[in-house]
């Protein structure tokens, strides 16, 4: 009879542990799981933000290209308008030379007719 007490009671005894065994096995399972969820949700936050840095600098960079561009354009008119100034200064300044030489050369007729 003890025997049979005795093999009785190391029967629970194994079964309990091989419970216990088992739910410690299927916590850890979750925890791993967990954890692998948790990673994952890091690893595509990560990947969201890298994406927003990436347009970020495309904006600014597009931004900084169109101001260049812009500055490009604005000195552009600039000299062009110099160039035009500078045409229109020495068109003037030959004009008046040539009037100059032609009122010179009639006072010089005037006075060798007289």
């Given at each position: 009879?003890?025997?049979?007490?005795?093999?009785?009671?190391?029967?629970?005894?194994?079964?309990?542990?091989?419970?216990?065994?088992?739910?410690?096995?299927?916590?850890?399972?979750?925890?791993?799981?967990?954890?692998a969820?948790?990673?994952?949700?890091?690893?595509?936050?990560?990947?969201?933000?890298?994406?927003?840095?990436?347009?970020?600098?495309?904006?600014?960079?597009?931004?900084?290209?169109?101001?260049?561009?812009?500055?490009?354009?604005?000195?552009?008119?600039?000299?062009?308008?110099?160039?035009?100034?500078?045409?229109?200064?020495?068109?003037?300044?030959?004009?008046?030379?040539?009037?100059?030489?032609?009122?010179?050369?009639?006072?010089?007729?005037?006075a060798?007719?007289?």
């Amino acid at each position: 009879m003890k025997k049979v007490i005795l093999g009785s009671i190391l029967m629970v005894a194994l079964s309990v542990s091989f419970v216990s065994c088992r739910e410690a096995a299927d916590k850890a399972k979750d925890a791993t799981e967990a954890a692998a969820d948790a990673a994952g949700d890091a690893v595509d936050a990560a990947g969201d933000a890298a994406d927003k840095a990436v347009d970020a600098t495309k904006e600014v960079a597009g931004d900084a290209a169109n101001a260049a561009g812009d500055a490009v354009d604005s000195a552009k008119d600039a000299a062009g308008n110099a160039v035009d100034s500078a045409k229109d200064a020495a068109n003037d300044a030959a004009d008046k030379a040539k009037d100059a030489a032609g009122a010179a050369a009639d006072k010089v007729k005037d006075a060798v007719k007289h």
